[in-house]
């Protein structure tokens, strides 16, 4: 995400610290996902014996979610990137554009596989305690905590970058304008896109258990966490 050049301060390094941060947060969440979802409560009867089926279907759809996030992100940098003062090569935005691209198609299949067929899994349980109904809401409380996460740090670094488009002389601009311009587009397509990611989630959660309550379930959510 090199389009956000018109860093914090002026530093370049602060914004590629904060963009390497946001990658961390993933590899992070990935490791959580599997503590909370293959460790936790292995300990607990499990009758049916479809937990650890149901612990790979989520942390395969937790995994894939997130490399198709990631694609995305780099599709619409390499796009916003011809805006700047410096605009890379046409083969290099090409190039980005098909390796985000591939990212979005693999990933958002093997994702929707793998998401479909937990779901079902955890439908197919009519005890709202079982084993495979705690895996579903452990991986929806661990996107729910990345996503949240990323959206407060890409906000913060938002408002600045606001700041800076309106007086960059004394918020420290390292660009033009149009460059700060164009990593603003970048940061409201993060923060946007982790939004929908958040609220697609939490409606597989039971209403009184969501940040937000406000809203209703989809008809598969419903029957997977009616209790």
């Known amino acids: ?3 956000i050049s018109g860093a914090i301060l002026g530093s370049d390094a ?5 963009i390497m941060f946001l990658l961390l947060i993933s590899g992070v969440g990935s490791i959580m996902t599997y503590v909370i979802i293959v460790i936790a409560n292995r300990a607990d009867p499990d009758p049916s014996g479809k937990r650890p089926m149901a612990a790979y279907l989520f942390g395969g759809s937790f995994l894939s979610l997130w490399i198709a996030y990631m694609g995305s992100i780099i599709v619409v940098e390499a796009l916003v990137s011809l805006m700047h003062s410096s605009t890379p090569s046409s083969n290099t935005v090409a ?5 985000g691209f591939l990212m979005v198609l693999v990933g958002g299949v093997a994702h929707m596989l793998h998401r479909q067929r937990g779901l079902a899994l955890s439908d197919s349980e009519t005890d709202p305690s079982s084993p495979t109904k705690r895996v579903m809401r452990s991986y929806v409380a661990a996107v729910s905590f990345i996503s949240v996460l990323i959206v407060l740090i890409s906000t913060m670094v938002l408002g600045y970058l606001i700041f800076q488009l309106v007086a960059p002389g004394v918020f420290g601009a390292a660009g033009s304008r149009v ?3 164009s990593s603003i587009i970048d940061l409201v397509y993060i923060v946007g ?3 929908f990611v958040f609220f697609v989630h939490q409606a597989l959660a039971p209403s009184a258990l969501r940040l937000l309550p406000r809203g ?3 008809p598969s959510a ?4 009616e209790e």
């Not at 419903?222 to 966490?225: E, S, T």
Request: hydrophobic content about 60%.
């Open 1 to 3: 995400m090199s389009s």
């Open 193 to 195: 896109a982790t939004a």
């Open 95 to 99: 190039r980005m554009v098909v390796v």
């Open 14 to 18: 602060v914004v590629f610290i904060a």
């Open 222 to 225: 419903a029957v997977n966490v």
């Open 216 to 218: 209703s379930s989809t």
């Open 179 to 181: 460059d700060t311009l």
